[in-house]
């Protein structure tokens, strides 16, 4: 929802600088980290739904509604969420982390 909607009054894009801010800062950071053990929300910024929304921003970008349907119809185990985004996204597993964080860092 945060990546269609936004959240706390902002939109996707103008919530972005904040995650880019903590991502930078917290290089330890993964993807799956975001979403099991995110820190606290602090203003504008929720790292986990923050971060869940730039996941479904590639898978779209990549796959587009048929891609969203299929991440979303994953399941609730972490991993095999996780395993679905990396095929729609065409790449390994252990390499999403890395897909994700320059993303972030992009924006």
């Not at 902002?10 to 917290?26: E, I």
């Not at 929300?41 to 587009?64: I, M, N, P, T």
Request: charged share 20%; net charge negative; hydrophobic share 45%.
């Amino acid at each position: 929802m945060t990546w269609t909607g936004g959240s706390a009054g902002l939109d996707f894009a103008h919530l972005m600088p904040g995650l880019k801010a903590y991502v930078r800062t917290h290089p330890q950071l993964t993807l799956e980290t975001a979403i099991t053990t995110p820190p606290p929300r602090e203003g504008s910024l929720d790292v986990l739904y923050d971060g869940a929304a730039v996941l479904c921003a590639l898978v779209y970008e990549k796959g587009g509604p048929v891609a969203i349907r299929e991440l979303v119809s994953a399941g609730l185990d972490l991993g095999g969420a996780l395993h679905t985004a990396a095929r729609l996204l065409g790449v390994r597993p252990e390499d999403l982390n890395g897909v994700w964080r320059d993303r972030v860092l992009a924006y």
